[in-house]
């Protein structure tokens, strides 16, 4: 991993990091808010030499001190100094008290600062002026004597200790700010760790390293609420159509040479939504022009016939066992030429009647019949069906699931394919996170707002316009020299007795899409232009001076349609 995906990593789990930082912090501050308070009381002493009268004395004298400030310390917390101070409280002993009595000397100072820990701050002032005053008099006792009697060495109190305000611990503050630095060490240690350890496919990044040469066709993004199943023709502005559109663009020019006409779609595992990506892929195929079959070869979980609403009683395993011919069985879906084929009966024994020779005859003729051909096959780990199919058709689509595969699987999906020599095409990415504004591309976004706009003119929706019926004609296109049929009706659109269908609001009628051409003019297609939606009549005096040019009209004769009135056109 870079220095960039580690960051990737503690931006995408901020709130793991903190939450650990947090509870970190708010443990260490119920252990100091459930620890007794205790007090420190300081007493500090001076040792000094009583003898020497030269100078030379005096810094030897000094020298030796020194040496026996470190022992001095030491005697603090033995029973020669305590047991004294013990029986003088009468409530303790020596031993206890050497638990609360330390002692310790600045560097390079004749000082000693005994100091006392206790609950009561009071109590604490006490041990330590007794400590403070039991130390003299032991140092006194043990040091040597001098020529003339006296002792040679002297402790003076010269700090006593004072009851002391506040509290010297625990110290909140310093406790809190320990645990949830703890806490937020801890917590990105943690966070790391989980991100190497964790194989999960979850960027295109990922599939890089297990991609074996196959690119990347596109990312699905995840849907953050419960949205079409076939975004491409219920949803056709969304992020997910444009997202599955970009792949069938992508997917048409991988191998311009040879391009794939079937195609097998399939993923390592379950639940990485082949399905949902093999129907919206034959759906996008089907609103570029195309004759697609989708073919439901998921003989153990079917679920295409599901999603789509159609019936599923009978279907693939029908014609795979003679009891019909394909072409009874396909169903038509969505507005396109997109046949599906479900799987119908569930059959005992599925890998042999995929691997039967009328499979093969079923692929060859759905090939021969359709442009392009996508089969939904099961995953690849659990069953070889998917490297079967694989076999006969001319490339393989790899679904794979964010968060859903990890790259062992994957890696082992990719061998299964590479032991049968299937062509891998590319990878599609299955509930991408989402980058960028949420459904947002080229200035239009699917996200609806909560409230209207209440300024007049700010809305981005108009009001239908309202013609006259009789105002439209149709005339040739400039330059072509072409003229209109004798009615003067654009061939393949029909009369609005009551204006203008789809510009006013109104609906064609129902037979506006079977109405005869006109002599001469080639056969309508099989779908309805777009421009029967717009049906009237194209005959009349006053017509308005715009120019449009209905879309799907024969090339013969190319129209448009003058609005606006003679005296218009004429000016």
């Known amino acids: 991993m870079e220095l960039v995906e580690y960051a990737n990593v503690l931006r995408r789990r901020w709130a793991v990091i903190v939450s650990v930082a947090l509870a970190g912090a708010l ?3 119920g252990w100091a808010w459930s620890t007794p308070p205790s007090y420190t009381a300081t007493a500090k002493v001076y040792v000094s030499l009583n003898t020497g009268e030269s100078t030379s004395d005096l810094l030897q004298g000094s020298t030796y001190v020194k040496n026996l400030i470190e022992s001095y310390a030491a005697l603090t917390d033995m029973p020669v100094v305590l047991d004294p101070v013990a029986a003088e409280l009468g409530d303790v002993t020596g031993r206890q ?63 006593s200790a004072e009851v002391p305000q506040y509290p010297s611990a625990p110290r909140t503050r310093l406790l809190t700010a320990a645990g949830g630095a703890a806490g937020l060490a801890l917590s990105v240690v943690l966070v790391l760790l989980w991100a190497v350890l964790d194989t999960r496919i979850r960027s295109a990044s990922d599939l890089e390293l297990v991609s074996e040469g196959a690119g990347l066709l596109g990312s699905i993004p995840v849907a953050k609420r419960k949205l079409a199943r076939v975004p491409a023709t219920q949803d056709p502005l969304s992020t997910r159509a444009e997202a599955y559109r970009r792949v069938q663009t992508n997917l048409s020019f991988v191998d311009a040479t040879t391009p794939a006409r079937v195609l097998v779609v399939t ?95 079923l692929v060859a003729t759905a090939r021969a019949e359709y442009d392009v051909v996508v089969i939904d096959a099961p995953p690849l780990l659990p069953v070889s069906d998917a490297a079967l199919l694989a076999t006969m058709a001319d490339g393989v689509v790899v679904v794979a699931g964010a968060r859903r595969v990890r790259r062992q699987q994957l890696a082992q999906a990719l061998r299964a394919l590479a032991g049968v020599e299937a062509r891998v095409l590319g990878f599609i990415l299955t509930f991408a996170p989402r980058s960028g504004p949420d459904g947002t591309y080229y200035g239009y976004s699917t996200r609806r707002r909560r409230w209207p706009r209440l300024l007049p003119g700010s809305s981005r929706q108009h009001a239908p316009l309202s013609l006259p019926t009789g105002a439209i004609r149709a005339v040739p296109a400039p330059g072509t020299g072409a003229a209109a049929p004798a009615s003067g009706r654009a061939p393949g659109v029909v009369p609005g007795p009551g204006g203008i269908p789809g510009v006013d609001g109104r609906r064609p009628p129902a037979d506006a899409g079977n109405a005869a051409p006109a002599s001469g003019a080639p056969p309508a297609p099989r779908t309805a232009p777009p421009a029967q939606a717009v049906a009237a009549d194209l005959t009349g005096p006053n017509a308005p001076t715009l120019r449009l040019k209905p879309a799907g009209m024969p090339p013969a004769i190319p129209p448009v349609i003058e609005l606006g009135t003679a005296d218009e056109r004429a000016g």
């Open 97 to 159: 008290l050497a638990k609360a009595v330390t002692a310790d000397s600045p560097l390079n100072t004749s000082i000693i600062e005994i100091k006392v820990e206790d609950g009561d701050p009071e109590r604490s002032a006490l041990i330590a002026n007794a400590v403070a005053d039991q130390l003299s008099s032991t140092v006194v006792d043990l040091s040597p004597e001098t020529p003339g009697g006296g002792q040679a060495i002297a402790v003076t109190v010269v700090s």
């Open 27 to 29: 443990a260490a501050f």
């Open 267 to 361: 993923s390592s595992v379950p639940g990485e939504g082949k399905s949902t990506t093999a129907i919206n892929l034959a759906s996008t195929f089907a609103e570029s022009g195309s004759s697609v079959l989708l073919v439901d070869c998921d003989m153990r979980r079917p679920s295409v016939a599901t999603s789509l609403g159609l019936e599923e009683a009978a279907g693939l395993t029908t014609a795979l066992v003679g009891r019909a011919a394909m072409a009874d069985l396909v169903q038509r879906y969505g507005p396109g030429e997109l046949d599906v084929l479900p799987v119908g009966p569930i059959p005992p024994n599925p890998h042999q009647l995929i691997a039967s020779q009328a499979t093969q005859d």
